[in-house]
């Protein structure tokens, strides 16, 4: 079945640098991968998503891009701040027919961003 | 508010016991997802519901069932519970855009 593998699972920056997580998947017919921040306690947030048939998507400080050909794809968070502490996961689905097929995730990176 | 709500937030339970937790989705969306996440296994799919039908299964147990109501509100239910089910009960709804997690129920089984 489908496999996502998620690289680093910690990652410690200093403020205003910049943080890079990588993800690699295995089904080639996925084409929706979005990433999520989940704060404690809380449930996953969206932060930004990517589909297929695009490479790169920015969305301010953060940015994703996605190699099909590799099967890999990055979140780039640049000018950290200490509130972009949190744990990332990435994630990758099969979609199509009005209905998006089931997300599976990445295990998650904890980020911390020190002052 | 993401739209999807999750009851109850927190349960308690004892080992042995069965427990119902309950989803509403995001208005409008048919499909509705139930995830797990324990410390060391991260979100583990459970089960994909679509308009009331199963569509998908993940690592779901025997022990645990699940179900979408015609309202289109889902039950997870977990049955002969165990230590180590304690855990984040995560659901998730999605429409063809995206998907939307509610804020989980955090279950303990003592």
């Known amino acids: 079945g489908e496999n996502v593998e998620q690289h680093p699972s910690t990652l410690s920056v200093q403020e205003g640098d910049s943080a890079v997580i990588k993800c690699t998947y295995s089904d080639s017919a996925s084409n929706y991968f979005p990433w999520y921040k989940q704060e404690l306690g809380k449930g996953p947030q969206l932060i930004i998503d990517?589909?297929?048939?695009?490479g790169e998507k920015k969305d301010q400080r953060i940015a994703v891009t996605l190699n099909k050909t590799a099967k890999h794809f990055s979140l780039h968070i640049t000018e950290t701040q200490p509130e972009d502490s949190a744990v990332y996961f990435c994630?990758?689905?099969?979609?199509?027919?009005?209905?998006?097929?089931?997300?599976?995730f990445g295990k998650g990176t904890k980020l911390s961003v020190k002052p | 508010d993401s739209g999807v709500t999750q009851t109850p937030k927190h349960l308690i339970t004892a080992t042995g016991q069965r427990v119902t937790l309950r989803c509403s989705p995001r208005s409008g969306d048919l499909s509705v997802y139930w995830y797990q996440q324990s410390l060391d296994q991260g979100l583990q799919f459970l089960i994909q519901y679509y308009n009331g039908e199963e569509r998908a299964k993940g690592n779901i147990l025997e022990r645990f069932s699940a179900q979408q109501f015609p309202d289109l509100h889902s039950e997870l239910n977990l049955s002969s519970l165990e230590l180590g089910d304690s855990a984040l009960y995560f659901c998730?709804?999605?429409?063809?855009?995206?998907?939307?997690f509610g804020s989980g129920t955090r279950l303990t089984v003592v």
């Open positions: 990517i589909r297929s048939n695009v």
């Open positions: 998730a709804s999605s429409d063809p855009r995206d998907y939307t």
């Open positions: 994630a990758a689905s099969r979609g199509g027919g009005g209905s998006q097929g089931n997300l599976i």
